[in-house]
């Protein structure tokens, strides 16, 4: 059974910086795409970024672009979302996701909850201005 445990949330200064991990374990991961989403109170679970874990490619929302990298720590079985230039509206609670059928699929389901099977049980990210 895949668990996903989400650590490194907390309060941080608008501008300051934060660094999530993801530790993933149940399963080999060699094939799985990993995310991470964030849903903002009264607001619907937004993808943020992703990762291919064999390839390490790399996907991301236009609104975090520049300033948020996903990275996997093959070793750990660890992803990482490193937030930088941190703004009020990237507060949420972030969530961790994983699921071995979209290594197959178009990268534009990526986008949407419903394409990830596995999910995380969210961390806390407050951005104070």
């Known amino acids: 059974q895949v668990q996903l445990v989400e650590s490194g949330g907390g309060l941080v200064q608008a501008g300051g910086s934060l660094r999530l991990s993801c530790a993933a374990s149940?399963?080999?991961?060699?094939?799985?795409?990993m995310g991470w989403f964030r849903q903002a109170p009264g607001k619907e679970r937004e993808f943020v970024a992703a990762l291919t874990w064999s390839g390490g490619n790399t996907y991301y929302a236009d609104s975090v672009k520049g300033r948020f990298t996903i990275s996997r720590d093959n070793a750990k079985n660890t992803v990482y979302l490193q937030m930088n230039s941190l703004k009020p509206e990237d507060t949420a609670v972030y969530y961790c996701?994983?699921?071995?059928?979209?290594?197959?699929?178009?990268?534009?389901?990526?986008?949407?909850?419903?394409?990830?099977?596995?999910w995380g049980q969210g961390t806390q990210v407050t951005v104070s201005s």
């Open positions: 149940g399963r080999p991961f060699r094939r799985y795409v």
């Open positions: 996701a994983a699921d071995p059928s979209l290594f197959s699929k178009p990268t534009g389901s990526y986008y949407y909850t419903r394409s990830w099977n596995y």
